[in-house]
C-alpha cells in the first residue's frame, strides 16, 4: 500500500470549478481526500491510497501528462497556476 500525495495551486478565477469539479469525482473516487491550504488559498493537497507501485506509475502517467484525448485530468490541468508542469507528486510507503 502506497499514500500518493499530489499538491497544486488552482488560479483563484478557477477556485469554484474546480471545488465543483472535485465534488464530481468524490462520488465515484475512494480512498482519496481533497485539501486546501489553511495558510495559502487556493493550494490543494490530494491523498491517495494506491495498492501497487504498477498503479502508482499509471497514476502518475496521467496525473502529469497532457494528452489529446478527453480526460477528466485534462479539464484540471487547466486551472493549474503553470499547467501540469506544476504538479507535484510524491508516493509514500510504510517502513514501520
Known amino acids: 500500500m502506497h499514500k500518493v500525495f499530489v499538491e497544486y495551486k488552482?488560479?483563484?478565477e478557477f477556485r469554484e470549478a474546480y471545488i465543483s469539479f472535485v465534488r464530481e469525482?468524490?462520488?465515484?473516487q475512494k480512498g482519496v481526500e481533497w485539501l486546501e491550504s489553511a495558510d495559502q488559498p487556493c493550494l490543494f493537497l490530494e491523498i491517495w491510497e494506491v495498492q501497487?507501485?504498477?498503479?502508482v506509475a499509471q497514476f502518475r502517467q496521467e496525473r502529469l501528462q497532457e494528452t489529446d484525448r478527453e480526460s477528466r485530468w485534462n479539464r484540471l490541468h487547466r486551472w493549474i497556476e503553470g499547467g501540469p508542469a506544476k504538479?507535484?507528486?510524491w508516493r509514500f510507503r510504510s517502513t514501520l
Open 25 to 28: 469525482l468524490q462520488a465515484d
Open 87 to 89: 504538479i507535484n507528486v
Open 10 to 12: 488552482v488560479s483563484p
Open 52 to 55: 501497487t507501485e504498477e498503479h
